[in-house]
């Protein structure tokens, strides 16, 4: 089965500086790759997603770029602000499948120093 | 997200005891999940559902059933089988239909804690 590796575990920036998460997959064949940010005690929301017929996906100060060869697909957050300080997830799964669940990372915990 | 409902918000379970946490969503999304949340980890899939009266396991499917009787709803139980059960449990829907967006919208969790 797949199995998704998220580095780092814990990532503290000052506000306005750049935050970088990077994921891992094993299934070549996995092809949607979405982005959960989680506070504390609340449900996971969708902050960005991205298909593999697509190298790079931006919206607003989010972006996500996925290396198919390498395997590997990143979250980019620039203009860090107090309100993006949350547990971050990174997921995979193939949508051609009946499953379709997702296998998710093990989380970034993002504080912003304001 | 506002379309899944789960209940109860916190639910306490005593040993030897079977409990059932209720999932229902109004987007008329075809399938459904389960997942349990531990605390510092990501969530790992319990059971999940492409259609109505069908049913398949997850990763950690042990201890705990599912039914899935109308498309709307898709309870999850506990058993006393289940040894570690304390988490947070988050349940989840999309449709994945030919225009599906494969987006899975959860729904506000239930934390499950054993006495």
């Known amino acids: 089965g797949e199995n998704v590796e998220q580095h780092p575990s814990t990532l503290s920036v000052q506000e306005g500086d750049s935050a970088v998460i990077k994921c891992t997959y094993s299934?070549?064949?996995?092809?949607?790759f979405p982005w959960y940010k989680q506070e504390l005690g609340k449900r996971p929301q969708l902050i960005i997603d991205?298909?593999?017929?697509?190298g790079e996906k931006k919206d607003q100060r989010i972006a996500v770029t996925l290396n198919k060869t390498a395997k590997h697909f990143s979250l980019h957050i620039t203009e860090t602000q107090p309100e993006d300080s949350a547990v971050y997830f990174c997921a995979a799964t193939r949508r051609d499948t009946g499953r379709r669940a997702l296998t998710f990372g093990s989380g970034t915990r993002l504080q912003v120093q304001p | 997200d506002g379309g899944i409902t789960q209940s109860p918000k916190y639910l306490f379970r005593k040993e030897g005891q079977n409990v059932t946490l209720s999932c229902e969503q109004n987007l008329n999304h075809d399938a459904m999940y389960w997942y349990r949340q531990d605390p510092g980890q990501g969530l790992r899939l319990i059971y999940y559902?492409?259609?109505?009266?069908?049913?398949q396991k997850g990763d950690i499917a042990e201890g705990y059933s599912v039914s899935r009787e109308k498309k709307e709803s898709f309870p999850l139980t506990v058993t006393s089988a289940q040894k570690n059960p304390t988490a947070f449990y988050l349940c989840?829907?999309?449709?994945?239909?030919?225009?599906?967006?494969?987006?899975?919208?959860f729904g506000p969790g239930t934390r499950l804690t054993v006495l």
């Open positions: 991205i298909r593999s017929n697509v």
């Open positions: 559902s492409q259609i109505v009266n069908d049913f």
């Open positions: 989840a829907s999309t449709n994945t239909g030919l225009a599906g967006t494969d987006t899975q919208y």
């Open positions: 299934d070549s064949a996995s092809n949607y």
